[in-house]
């Protein structure tokens, strides 16, 4: 089975500081997709930052990073300079093919980030 | 930037009653899900489409969930008989190969 793991239920940092959010991951597969999504309190899913397996070079977007090593599965975002807005619930996902071969996304249960002023 | 729509925001309903869910996807995606999250806990899968077809389903999904595409842009999931544990955000995704863009969810509260 593919997991996904979250072992922070929660975080906090002060604004204007950098954080570092853990996920790891099961996986017999050598191609996948892995995600970073955002949840405020209006629970909209946001994508924050997507990484290829197959590609070495971490993904950034703009203030979001990310941390990839694939022989360790591991799968960390790095918030830079943070602010208040990125206080949320933070969603590892892994997209995997099933067995019936369609893609499927696994979530982690999430860890809660404040941002303290 | 294209969105995926999701109707209502939020529903209260009598246990017991039927209720459907609406989600209109990205126009050129060609596979659509359903996921829920009850509140607390992670977002779980609950059904992909494809080709006009269920794709896959998970256990969650039993007989008295269902989905269709009415007429090719509506994506929608039918809960028959809703039970107090249906109460739950549930997210309409679609995609066309690896990006997947999340509707901004119903919110299901079952009473």
């Known amino acids: 089975a593919q997991t996904v793991t979250q072992s922070q239920p929660e975080m906090s940092v002060q604004e204007a500081e950098t954080v570092t959010l853990s996920c790891t991951y099961d996986t017999s597969e050598s191609d996948y997709y892995l995600f970073w999504y955002k949840q405020p309190p209006s629970r909209q899913m946001i994508l924050v930052i997507r990484q290829e397996a197959y590609k070495q070079q971490n993904a950034t977007e703009n203030r979001f990073s990310v941390n990839f090593q694939k022989a360790a599965k591991s799968f960390s975002l790095k918030i830079s300079d943070s602010q208040l807005g990125d206080a949320a619930m933070y969603f590892c996902a892994y997209r995997y093919r099933t067995g019936a071969g369609s893609y499927q996304l696994t979530f982690g249960k999430g860890t809660k980030l404040s941002v303290i002023p | 930037e294209p969105e995926v729509t999701q109707t209502p925001s939020h529903q209260v309903t009598q246990m017991g009653q039927e209720v459907i869910l609406r989600c209109v996807p990205i126009?050129?995606?060609?596979?659509f899900y359903w996921y829920r999250q009850i509140l607390g806990q992670k977002v779980e899968f609950l059904v992909s489409f494809y080709n006009n077809e269920i794709s896959e389903k998970s256990e969650i999904f039993d007989d008295q969930f269902s989905v269709e595409r009415p007429d090719g842009s509506n994506f929608t999931l039918k809960i028959r008989s809703t039970k107090l544990e249906d109460s739950a955000m549930y997210f309409c995704?679609?995609?066309?190969?690896?990006?997947?863009?999340f509707g901004s969810g119903t919110r299901l509260t079952v009473v």
């Open positions: 995704a679609s995609t066309r190969g690896t990006g997947y863009t």
């Open positions: 126009s050129n995606h060609l596979y």
